[in-house]
């Protein structure tokens, strides 16, 4: 299904078979297709970049397709692996982190640090940090796949 070039988002590269290769979604997706492109945000002389989930209800492109800043995109992508990171050593506490030290990393970005914390306000913490870690070892397979494709032409790209 081709991607509009029509709206306010303009793409400039796209993946437009993503609904063949949307994870545990696949071809069993709303989400049709990828792009990177010119924001739809953007106003005269100045040019963001954005990334874009292009959502298709079977009848039209939907209204909840999703469009991030590319910094954002990536800050979701270390948000993700710092995750990670926690739940490989989560075992070693009964309720999968430290109540007493919920903050997991401060990771340093354009002069201050981005705060990665279990979420203690939710009240059912403790279950919905079970039920997520077991959604990403249900998903290792699949999650490590990614992060090996995004690590290898991170390392080719000199990062």
Excluded: C
């Excluded at 995109?73 to 989560?90: C, K, M, N, T, W």
């Amino acid at each position: 299904m081709k991607i509009p070039t029509t709206l306010k988002h303009k793409p400039v590269l796209v993946s437009e078979n993503y609904e063949n290769v949307d994870g545990r979604y696949a071809h069993n997706s709303d989400a049709k297709g990828l792009s990177l492109g010119l924001a739809q945000w953007n106003d005269r002389g100045k040019v963001d970049i954005s990334a874009k989930v292009w959502r298709y209800t079977g009848e039209k492109w939907s209204r909840q397709s999703e469009e991030l800043p590319l910094h954002r995109v990536l800050d979701l992508a270390i948000l993700v692996a710092s995750g990670l990171s926690h739940f490989r050593e989560a075992y070693r506490y009964p309720k999968l982190y430290d109540p007493e030290q919920p903050v997991i990393d401060r990771i340093g970005l354009q002069g201050d640090a981005m705060t990665v914390a279990v979420a203690t306000g939710n009240e059912r913490i403790e279950e919905d940090l079970k039920l997520f870690s077991q959604a990403l070892s249900e998903d290792g397979e699949l999650l490590g796949e990614r992060l090996r494709t995004l690590s290898t032409i991170l390392k080719e790209l000199g990062y």
